[in-house]
Each structure stands twice: as structure tokens, then as C-alpha cells.
């Protein structure tokens, strides 16, 4: 029984990559100066040419051996990994450590003190004419 090992399907992970950055055949296509329907071709293909491989890379923001290296079960290792970093940290922390309405309240009286005092000035103005 043989057990060879299958080669990776270059153009399923640019596909795959070019998804997750959300970028559309078209302007992968554009990026390098092709057309969508060679996006297509080179999507279904194993193996790409080592210059458009380049292109493709450089276009996508990754280098070429993140392409041919790419896998699902890194992706959503790396996502879990950054995810565990941040955990506790300032992002994930939604609680307020003061009450908001004593903040309106606040503000409010501060908003009726200034009012009150440019109603003195203006008394005062009136009465010295």
C-alpha cells in the first residue's frame, strides 16, 4: 500500500487567501494585471508558476510561502492564539467603573450653574445702565 503524499493545491489557497482578505477575483486580476477569468484558471490549478506566484503574493500582502504553506488549521490557530493575547486586556473589557447617569447629573448641574451666572452678569449690566 502506498502512502504518498498528495501536493498541496496552490490555487485552492489563494483562493482561500483571497477570500479572507476579502478581495474579489477581479481585483486580484487588476493588482497584477491580468484578467478575472486567468484569477479563475490559476484558482483551479495545483501549481502555479513561480512568477505569478510572486505577483499573486506580493498583491495579497503575504509571501509565497504563506501560500504554499496555507492551511484552515493554521488560520483558526492563529485567530485562537490572538484571541487568547487579548483576552483580559482593555479590549475585552466592557464594564464602566463609574455610573453613567451620575455623569448626566453632573453635567446638568454644570449646565444650570453656567447658566445662572450669565444671568447675574446680564442682571448686573442692566441694572448699572
Do not use: W
Not at 25 to 53: C, F, M, P, R, W
Request: charged fraction near 30%.
Amino acid at each position: 500500500m502506498s502512502t504518498a503524499i498528495k501536493p498541496k493545491h496552490i490555487g485552492r489557497n489563494i483562493s482561500r487567501i483571497r477570500e479572507l482578505k476579502d478581495m474579489k477575483q477581479e481585483a486580484l486580476a487588476y493588482a497584477i494585471g491580468s484578467s478575472q477569468q486567468t484569477i479563475s484558471i490559476i484558482e483551479n490549478s495545483e501549481i502555479v508558476d513561480k512568477d505569478k506566484l510572486e505577483k499573486i503574493a506580493e498583491a495579497l500582502g503575504v509571501t509565497v510561502e504563506a501560500i504554499e504553506n496555507f492551511s484552515e488549521e493554521n488560520v483558526i490557530n492563529y485567530f485562537n492564539t490572538f484571541h487568547e493575547s487579548v483576552s483580559g486586556s482593555f479590549i475585552t473589557n466592557n464594564s464602566c467603573t463609574f455610573n453613567p447617569l451620575d455623569k448626566v447629573v453632573e453635567l446638568y448641574e454644570r449646565l444650570v450653574q453656567a447658566e445662572k451666572e450669565k444671568n447675574e452678569y446680564l442682571e448686573k449690566l442692566l441694572n448699572g445702565k
